[in-house]
């Protein structure tokens, strides 16, 4: 299966995806990655791993449709299958969500529906004072994370974490958890029964 993976920036998951496809715990290949900021750390890892690796810059573009034909253009040239959001903060919109419908995945470091919407889960919820976060992966629907929920991982909040420490245990949980949610996605292993999401034979993970 043709991967497509869309970041903003440092490309931690793409890489835990890179490396989970390296070791055939994913059988699928990325075609492209696509970042909005030309500084994005994650294109020089696509870059260093033989990725094609495109910047489309929000800003050449009159409106977000006419951003959103242009990434669905590159997607259709590379064939891809299943677009994997990794730290891509830019909300799509209907338009491209229809198009790519239950083949768009998203990450997002807090346990939804808790800090929903927010572009610094960690820490909204370290002020908000909860003693558990997580991690979750979900498919995208047209509204902001909230389409349904494939894998989730708790993680305790400390009374000692600082926003960093918290960030770090978050994005262990997180490059464990992507990767086998793409697996499952990859091998037809789930199924959708309204907004739940029913897992064929979870494999063990840390
Ligand atoms: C990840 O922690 C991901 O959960 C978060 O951005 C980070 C990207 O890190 N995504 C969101 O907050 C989306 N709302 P990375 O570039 O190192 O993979």
Do not use: W
């Not at 990655?33 to 810059?57: P, Q």
């Not at 242009?70 to 997607?75: A, E």
């Not at 572009?119 to 995208?140: C, M, P, Q, S, W």
């Amino acid at each position: 299966m043709n991967l497509a993976v869309f970041c903003s920036g440092k490309g931690t998951n793409l890489q835990a995806i890179i490396n989970a496809i390296r070791k055939g715990e994913i059988e699928a290949r990325i075609a492209l990655v696509i970042s909005d900021r030309k500084d994005a750390y994650a294109l020089r890892r696509a870059k260093d791993a033989g990725i094609k690796a495109v910047f489309v810059n929000p800003k050449d573009f009159s409106c977000k449709r006419d951003f959103e034909v242009r990434l669905i253009s590159y997607l259709k040239e590379e064939r891809v299958e299943l677009v994997v959001l990794a730290g891509f903060m830019r909300i799509l919109s209907p338009f491209f969500v229809r198009e790519y419908k239950h083949r768009i995945l998203n990450i997002h470091p807090s346990l939804l529906p808790a800090f929903k919407g927010s572009r610094n889960a960690v820490r909204d919820a370290l002020e908000y004072g909860v003693k558990i976060t997580g991690v979750t992966v979900h498919f995208v629907d047209e509204q902001v994370d909230n389409g349904p929920i494939i894998l989730q991982k708790a993680v305790e909040v400390s009374e000692e974490d600082s926003e960093e420490s918290l960030r770090e245990r978050i994005q262990q949980k997180e490059h464990l958890l992507y990767p086998l949610a793409i697996k499952l996605v990859v091998e037809g292993r789930i199924r959708m029964e309204g907004r739940r999401v029913r897992i064929d034979s979870l494999p063990c993970s840390g």
